[in-house]
Nanobody, 122 residues
Framework: QLRLRESGGGSVQSGESLRLSCKVL????????VAWFRQAPGKGREGLAA??????APTYRRTLEGRFTNSEDKGTVYFQLTNLQPEDAATYYC?????????????????WGQGTRVNVST
């Protein structure tokens, strides 16, 4: 059975960057999609990006304005966050095993990691 393990979160200042990692423990090809979500305190979890494990083509939430990049290498899915702003502060999660429907909708994923926290100060 697959497991997901996120890392790479931390505290940064506005304008700085972070690279988050989602290690897929198990065979990454056994799942169809891997996605990134985030949840700020007091808010719902929102989908940010997803990529298909077979061909790697990523899909992004439009409001990211090109600041975040999703990539994969040898079973680890990366999420490069650039020009971070205070509104980006949240716990970031990766998810896998899309069951159908929208790629960036929480209820459509069956497997979740524990999350990694990103703090952004001005």
């Amino acid at each position: 059975q697959l497991r997901l393990r996120e890392s790479g979160g931390g505290s940064v200042q506005s304008g700085e960057s972070l690279r988050l990692s989602c290690k897929v423990l198990g065979d990454i090809t056994s799942t169809n999609w891997v996605a990134w979500f985030r949840q700020a305190p007091g808010k719902g979890r929102e989908g940010l990006a997803a990529r298909q494990t077979s061909d790697g083509a990523p899909t992004y939430r439009r409001t990211l304005e090109g600041r975040f990049t999703n990539s994969e290498d040898k079973g680890t899915v990366y999420f490069q966050l650039t020009n971070l702003q205070p509104e980006d502060a949240a716990t970031y999660y990766c998810a896998a095993e899309l069951t159908g429907g929208s790629l960036l909708t929480v209820v459509n994923y069956d497997l979740w990691g524990q999350g990694t926290r990103v703090n952004v100060s001005t």
